[in-house]
């Protein structure tokens, strides 16, 4: 299977900052049509999950698809997870397939790319929801290390509706231990997050915004502590010929798609090693990370 050759999108200069910084903003990334279908499907997911007490919904791996925060209610809504949001909604399924990131994803790792998984990600006004600091890597370990999570932002992001928070630079250092106490908690140490905390920038922008994070990234985010919504469509890309070492955390009958250029039918392998992560039992980790002896298994 093919895919047409992307165009260039990013400036050398946007290239470099990608790579010295391992996060770059691309503004307009979402054109104001689409941005206004994937809302009005998250805004229908919100008042859909009035109705139900807890998680609900199911993925393909029998987890629910839907996740709501502990509090959640019909009048008061926590809906802060949608796992592989592009199998129930053609609207989210066909941006992952076109948009610009791709186009500079293929800048950074060449024309052959493969989807690996999707999320929305959600801080509805007041919501406690906050995502300790941690390495997307160590989730999902592949060959190489050529994977990118892509944050669209489906809402404006300001320093208090919980914006993303990363450490510049700090895909250039270790990959950090996600196990402790003999259990994936899906979070780094205690003093790391600190390190972390005290050297972080938010990642703000306007709606229809992306910030492209390469998978060694330090981040984390606080809760919502304002009176807007905070709705992120999150999604990874790696490269062709890199496969994966364990289960995906968010399965999808669109795990491995060719969404750039060509299979190869080749795997490159580089030295690196890492502890195999755990898989939630629960609809997400964020379950996991609060409660990692029993959110993991
Ligand atoms: O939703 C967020 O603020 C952070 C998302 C994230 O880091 C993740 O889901 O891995």
């Known amino acids: 299977m093919t895919n047409a050759p992307a165009s260039e999108v990013l400036s050398t200069e946007q290239l470099d900052r990608y790579h010295s910084d391992g996060y770059l903003l691309i503004e307009d990334a979402v054109p104001p049509d689409i941005l206004g ?3 009005e499907v998250f ?12 998680p609900y919904g199911e993925t393909i791996d029998g987890r629910p698809r839907f996740d709501v925060e502990p509090g959640h209610s019909a009048g008061h809504p926590g809906l802060r997870r949608v796992a592989s949001p592009t199998e129930v909604s053609e609207d989210y399924l066909a941006f992952m397939r ?3 990131a791709l186009d500079a994803t293929t800048q950074v790792f060449g024309q052959n790319l493969r989807f690996r998984e999707s999320k929305v990600n959600s801080k509805l006004p007041g919501t406690a929801t906050h995502l300790k600091y941690h390495q997307d890597l ?3 370990p592949l060959t190489n290390q050529d994977l990118i999570t892509v944050l669209f932002l489906l809402d404006d992001v300001s320093d208090d509706n919980g914006p ?9 250092g270790p990959l950090y231990d996600h196990w402790h106490d003999g259990v994936f908690t899906g979070a780094v140490s ?3 997050a600190g390190w972390a905390k005290a050297r972080s920038v938010t990642c703000v922008g306007l709606a229809g915004s992306a910030y492209l994070l390469n998978a060694r990234l330090l981040h984390g985010s606080g809760p919502n502590l304002s009176t807007r919504p905070r709705t992120l469509f999150i999604v990874q890309y790696h490269a062709e010929d890199a496969y994966p070492l364990a289960p995906n955390h968010l399965p999808s009958i669109h795990d491995g798609e060719i969404v750039r250029g060509r299979s190869t039918n080749r795997v490159r392998c580089t030295e690196w ?4 992560p755990q898989k939630p039992t629960m609809a997400s980790f964020f379950a996991q990370q609060a409660d990692p002896a029993t959110g993991a298994g």
């Open 273 to 276: 090693s890492i502890d195999l």
């Open 164 to 172: 993303l928070e990363v450490v510049p630079g700090s895909h250039l």
């Open 43 to 54: 805004d229908r997911w919100t008042e859909e999950s009035r109705t139900h007490e807890g």
């Open 98 to 100: 076109h948009n610009i």
């Open 37 to 39: 279908r994937l809302r």
């Open 190 to 192: 205690e003093e790391v």
């Open 138 to 140: 160590p989730f999902g």
